[in-house]
């Protein structure tokens, strides 16, 4: 009998892992698997080694819109951060992973942007559309930096 319940017990176990919605999915909204504190302090230290001290303010995963545009105007329209930094900027952010299927699953390749899945490159800034260049057709790109950003950081895995 005792054997029968530790086997039933196993089975429930294995089979309700399997319904345990994963963080960093579209079953969880791509809500992130690591805080915001874990996130930030992986992405200063990448930061720190790729990118000049003007451009750090904006090596954290600022998903407040708001906050997010107002961080990248100031950024860029100041002369404090040289846009050329940029890419390693969002490669620090993916930390290397590729996750356009978050900024797809948020809109990110919408047609109201009106530069088709030009942004998306953005979202996977090592992948073979990568980041060259930043042009005007890019703005709407940058004015949703709190998407890209989220996204970024909901790609990062946890270390459990």
């Given at each position: 009998m005792l054997a029968k319940l530790i086997l039933f017990s196993c089975i429930a176990?294995?089979?309700?892992?399997?319904?345990v919605p994963k963080c960093g999915s579209a079953e969880t909204e791509y809500a992130p698997c690591v805080t915001k504190e874990k996130a930030d302090s992986l992405f200063q230290h990448c930061c720190k080694q790729y990118v000049p001290a003007e451009c750090l303010d904006l090596c954290n995963y600022e998903a407040d819109e708001e906050q997010a545009r107002r961080l990248i105007l100031q950024a860029t329209t100041s002369g404090k951060c040289n846009l050329k930094y940029l890419s390693s900027i969002l490669y620090c952010a993916s930390q290397n992973q590729d996750n356009k299927q978050c900024c797809q699953h948020l809109s990110l390749a919408d047609q109201q942007l009106g530069v088709g899945d030009r942004c998306l490159r953005f979202c996977d800034p090592a992948g073979e559309k990568g980041i060259k260049s930043i042009q005007k057709e890019d703005v709407s790109c940058l004015y949703n930096w709190n998407v890209i950003m989220y996204?970024?950081?909901?790609g990062i895995r946890s270390d459990e």
């Open positions: 176990l294995l089979y309700g892992q399997d319904q996204c970024h950081h909901s």
